[in-house]
């Protein structure tokens, strides 16, 4: 696949089949993400890939906890509530889910199902948990940066190779029980995890395309006018 057309095609998976994925396929859509840049080439990453009786424990202790009203539980400091035009996407993305998911604005009910959904990593069969060496943290990493580009490469590698996935801060808000489950080392700090498996065509939130600005909201152009 180009990867212009992976690019531009590429959108978050929240429904999955439930056919196996081999670890061959994961160990090649890993090896490309591996490629990302990092700050100084120190590749601060870890890539922890979940399946099977962990990632069953992981999912049931991370819902039953924010079921239970536990409070959250990261492992990095928290931005809090979104404001402004921040808010105003994140309303207009949750709105586009609801409308194909046939969820109305009211009904909390379904709205408390799909969040639950999120808790489970959405019945993925594969989580691939994303830490980073602990050496590094604290006000002022950069490894926050090197994470993201490995897991935007991981999600387009996936693509590439027809794996659907959805980068999941859910899935890890009660990090403590997925360390336990997934073995984290103790000088790793857990930043998000990616729920991913063979996209479910019928399902249709799949089918959801976020918005984007227009080149000329996002990007100043400098210089480019003198002769
Ligand atoms: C750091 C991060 C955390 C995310 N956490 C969640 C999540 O917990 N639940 C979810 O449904 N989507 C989550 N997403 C997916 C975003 O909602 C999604 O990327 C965004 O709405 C744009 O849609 P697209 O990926 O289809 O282009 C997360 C994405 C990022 C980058």
């Known amino acids: ?24 396929v994961l160990e090649e859509v890993i090896e490309m993400a591996n490629c990302a840049p990092s700050s100084m ?4 990453w870890h890539l922890h890939v979940l399946t099977g009786a962990p990632l069953e424990a992981v ?3 991370n819902s039953a ?3 239970a009203g536990v409070p959250p539980e990261r492992e990095i400091e928290d931005h809090g509530a979104y404001d402004g035009v921040h808010r105003e996407r994140q309303i207009e993305i949750a ?7 046939g969820i ?21 069969p594969v989580s691939i948990v994303v830490t980073f060496d602990r050496s590094l943290m604290g006000n002022g990493t950069i490894a926050h940066f090197d994470l993201g580009a490995v897991t935007y490469g991981l999600v387009l590698a996936a693509w590439s190779k027809g794996l659907g996935t959805v980068i999941n801060g859910q899935g890890i808000m009660q ?16 930043l998000t995890c990616v729920a991913l498996g063979w996209p479910d065509e019928e399902f249709a939130a799949n089918s959801v395309r976020s918005h984007r600005r227009a080149v ?12």
Not at 41 to 44: A, L, R, S, V, Y
């Open 1 to 24: 696949m180009e990867l212009e057309q992976a690019m531009r095609e590429r959108r978050s998976i929240r429904g999955f089949t439930d056919k196996p994925v081999t670890r061959e």
């Open 41 to 44: 080439n120190t590749q601060p």
């Open 59 to 61: 999912r049931n202790g």
């Open 65 to 67: 906890r924010m079921l």
């Open 95 to 101: 709105k586009q889910l609801f409308a194909v998911m």
């Open 104 to 124: 109305e604005r009211h009904d909390k009910e379904m709205r408390q199902d799909w969040v639950m959904r999120g808790f489970r990593q959405f019945d993925a």
């Open 175 to 190: 990090s403590p029980v997925v360390r336990e489950h997934a073995g984290i080392p103790d000088d790793e700090v857990i």
């Open 216 to 227: 000329p909201n996002v990007a100043r152009f400098v210089g480019f006018d003198e002769s």
